[in-house]
């Protein structure tokens, strides 16, 4: 007879628990979150004028006496469950200030809009897959100052794990690209301010007269490259003063937009602290920088907006594992570093990362702190406050609809609430039940996604 393993039994004393029906809700209710957060507590909602206790709940009749929440990761390699409803909360919000919706009017898509991509530098050459052409041709051949290579004529293919890979690791430039991540914050500042300075000089308005009558809204996200370098995709749109609710004056268009940022971004150029260790250090936007125009609803020329609100959600949910830069979690030992699974290039820049970390000039910067990001500090996604609706917004939208109507806030009432943190996350057993959920209501939502396109509404069959 088989001996049961841990799990095995885990499973089966859940199973004949009094309230394992109630605990399979709560995970349905969560959607089989990976780490759910367990809070004890209870809600109370009474009647503001008599006092009277219309509802009441209370975990003390929960399994264990508590209750699951999701945890909200955004990342897919931690709770794939909650990574996709963050993607859907990125999507809907990134697509609002496209098209409209979510409190954002429609006439949004008639503003001069844009899709950017803004690069890092050079810090030295890397391996690249360029699509059937030879990596790093060199007419001449030659070796740099450490005896390799200073070109590459293989045709790498985009899995080959040599891609972005520096082509001499010596010569590469990590304290650089530390430095650069470290300040990336500060570079998309200047270039914002470089946006509304260069608008004035081109118009004749002085700055203050600028803001007074436009506004740039933005939502941009951070992608890391195979060289693990950032760079940021963006959209940007020209508002009134007012923000989304007040069109820019006429003079605002798609051209004018475009032809700032070119000389926006060429313009940044700010300085390192010096440090006797590493000199001086210019950080500045890469020559890379792409521009494309926005198109509503898949018609006339430029990026559709669907494809760029779905392109941001579906990369805000990789993490590093994903990647291959980085790691999904601090990095509180240099020890760490060396059993990371990354690739040489990314051990050596978090190797870079840390030792800067030492340095008492750059001590402000915190890249200790930020090793797992390779001294990236901002967050993925960022936004104007005008751009669209908010994370929170969203959040509180759909938690009122899944309350339903007779649970809706009424200004009658006075609702008291008692909550702490109990613990989080699931044994093992309950790991492989809550994963089995997760699975299942994917698949549902696979099935209805295919029957959608099947069976349109109107009831007409795809051919």
């Not at 998309?188 to 506004?215: I, Q």
């Amino acid at each position: 007879m088989r001996q049961l393993s841990d799990i095995d039994r885990d499973i089966l004393t859940r199973a004949q628990g009094p309230l394992f029906h109630r605990w399979l809700e709560q995970i349905r209710a969560t959607g089989g979150c990976a780490h759910p957060i367990h809070l004890t507590g209870s809600t109370t909602t009474r009647d503001a004028a008599t006092g009277e206790v219309l509802r009441h709940y209370d975990t003390a009749g929960e399994p264990g006496e508590r209750l699951l929440v999701r945890c909200r990761n955004r990342r897919a390699t931690v709770c794939p469950a909650c990574s996709r409803l963050h993607a859907g909360d990125t999507y809907h919000l990134v697509r609002a200030g496209l098209v409209g919706g979510k409190t954002v009017p429609a006439t949004v898509r008639e503003r001069p809009r844009l899709f950017l991509t803004l690069t890092a530098p050079s810090f030295g050459a890397v391996h690249r897959a360029t699509g059937g052409e030879r990596c790093q041709p060199r007419r001449g051949g030659g070796h740099c100052e450490h005896g390799r290579p200073v070109g590459c004529g293989l045709v790498h293919a985009d899995t080959d794990p040599q891609v972005g890979q520096p082509l001499c690791p010596t010569c590469y430039d990590y304290p650089a690209h530390i430095l650069w991540h470290a300040y990336a914050g500060r570079l998309w500042k200047a270039f914002t301010d470089n946006l509304y300075n260069h608008l004035a000089a081109r118009l004749g308005y002085t700055r203050t007269e600028l803001r007074r009558a436009l506004r740039v809204s933005y939502a941009k996200i951070a992608e890391y490259q195979r060289r693990a370098a950032v760079h940021l995709h963006v959209v940007v749109r020209l508002d009134g003063n007012g923000g989304a609710d007040e069109p820019p004056l006429t003079w605002a268009t798609a051209d004018l937009l475009t032809d700032t940022v070119r000389t926006a971004a060429a313009a940044v150029n700010l300085r390192a602290p010096y440090s006797a260790a590493l000199g001086e250090h210019a950080l500045t936007w890469g020559t890379q920088l792409d521009i494309r125009r926005l198109r509503a609803f898949g018609a006339g020329e430029g990026q559709a907006d669907d494809a760029v609100a779905a392109y941001v959600a579906k990369y805000i949910t990789k993490g590093a594992d994903d990647t291959g830069v980085g790691t999904d979690h601090r990095i509180t030992d240099p020890a760490e570093i060396e059993h990371a699974p990354v690739s040489p290039h990314v051990r050596t820049l978090m190797r870079t990362c840390w030792r800067l970390g030492g340095l008492p000039e750059l001590a402000p910067l915190r890249l200790r702190a930020w090793v797992h990001t390779l001294g990236y500090r901002s967050h993925i996604l960022t936004k104007s406050r005008c751009y669209s609706t908010t994370y929170s917004a969203l959040r509180a939208q759909r938690a009122e609809y899944e309350r339903g109507p007779d649970l809706a806030d009424d200004p009658g009432t006075v609702t008291e609430s008692r909550w702490r943190y109990a613990d989080s996350g699931h044994t093992p057993g309950a790991a492989l039940i809550a994963a089995g959920i997760a699975q299942d209501l994917a698949r549902n939502r696979e099935i209805a996604l295919e029957q959608m396109k099947r069976f349109p509404v109107g009831g007409v069959v795809d051919a």
